[in-house]
């Protein structure tokens, strides 16, 4: 994971900082239940002399009682449990406390980096690209269906409303189901429709149930972050962590596809990361304001080919959100 010794440590602070007040609060509760239970002090303190004792014996080549000191240390580890639950207690109150149980605080599984280190890098991102700040309000919380019109176009079979609804409820069915079916969407459309905000809604959700979210615009993606990689521009200094972001990240959005200069080079890296993600499994949020016509005929067919094949395809229409959403902020 290439970040840099400034992120990193800005990271690891995090974890030494839940370390030592995980500590405190350990030691609070140990003396809280001391004072009210003074046999679990005497419990503890005859557990740790027992230990010590075994490891004596067999240092002075004596009896080995570690079986029997086993079987009463398990007797006194019951009796503890019990004491808790009878003064009303978890009998896990007096356990290690973490906040990450997976790695106990420490950032890494083995050799691997905890799914919480990956997630603190991203979020790292997030705030570094202000993006945080936009999911406080672009969040399902604040999606308002009455920006649709309930009445019907003309064109569409569906009011924008009604077909909004759907889209909306799909959505959330995705949310729902993503650690067990993961998938990709595809949003497309006329610009101001929503498109954006949806895929907002989407990272905070996923990103608040401790999934690991990468936002790009199409432009940002290929013009900075695949530039400084593949082309080595050296422009952005966390490129090359966001750049295997793309690939290992639980959901990579990608905005505005299309406002990007496309040329083979953006072709060939925007196949790479989709068909990547898609090999391995990793779901993947497209919006666009092309419509599919525009999208088949700028990418090349087995770009095409493979999202309308794996992704799920939803078509936004009616009017202009972004401006009815200026014109009431006027009016107010």
């Given at each position: ?7 990193y ?13 995980n ?6 509760r140990k003396?809280?239940?001391y ?13 740790a ?5 075994a490891v ?12 029997s000191?086993k079987?009463q ?22 356990n290690?406390?973490?906040t ?14 905890c ?10 991102l ?10 406080q ?14 009445e019907?176009?003309g064109?569409?079979?569906y009011p ?5 609804k ?14 067990k ?10 610009t101001g ?62 905005d ?10 953006v ?8 068909n ?12 666009t ?5 525009e ?14 094949a ?5 078509n936004?229409?009616g ?6 959403k200026?014109r009431?902020?006027?009016?107010q």
């Amino acid at each position: 994971m290439a970040l840099s010794d400034t992120q990193y440590d800005e990271i690891m602070s995090t974890y030494y900082k839940n370390q030592t007040e995980n500590h405190i609060l350990e030691q609070a509760r140990k003396e809280e239940i001391y004072s009210a239970i003074p046999r679990i002090k005497e419990i503890d303190r005859m557990i740790a002399s027992s230990s010590i004792d075994a490891v004596r014996n067999r240092l002075k080549g004596g009896t080995d009682t570690t079986v029997s000191i086993k079987e009463q240390n398990q007797s006194l580890i019951a009796e503890k449990k019990e004491l808790l639950k009878t003064h009303h207690y978890s009998e896990n109150y007096l356990n290690p406390i973490y906040t990450c149980a997976l790695c106990k605080d420490t950032g890494r599984i083995g050799q691997e980096y905890c799914s919480c280190f990956k997630q603190a890098a991203i979020s790292l991102l997030y705030r570094q690209s202000t993006l945080e700040s936009i999911l406080q309000t672009e969040n399902f919380d604040h999606f308002d269906l009455n920006y649709y019109p309930k009445e019907s176009d003309g064109v569409h079979p569906y009011p924008s409303y009604d077909n909004m609804k759907n889209i909306l409820n799909k959505t959330k069915s995705f949310i729902e189901a993503f650690d067990k079916e993961g998938g990709n969407l595809l949003f497309y459309g006329e610009t101001g429709l929503g498109k954006t905000y949806l895929s907002n809604c989407i990272a905070k959700a996923l990103l608040d149930t401790g999934h690991t979210v990468l936002y790009q615009s199409a432009v940002h993606l290929f013009e900075d972050v695949c530039g400084d990689v593949i082309m080595k521009k050296g422009n952005h200094p966390g490129s090359q962590v966001t750049y295997r972001y793309l690939f290992s990240c639980d959901l990579l959005i990608i905005d505005d596809l299309g406002t990007e200069f496309t040329n083979t080079f953006v072709s060939s890296e925007l196949y790479d990361i989709l068909n990547t993600r898609m090999r391995e499994g990793r779901s993947t949020v497209i919006s666009t304001n092309l419509n599919l016509q525009e999208l088949n005929d700028r990418y090349s067919d087995r770009i095409a080919t493979r999202i309308f094949a794996s992704y799920k395809v939803y078509n936004f229409y009616g009017d202009n959100i972004r401006l009815a959403k200026r014109r009431k902020a006027i009016q107010q």
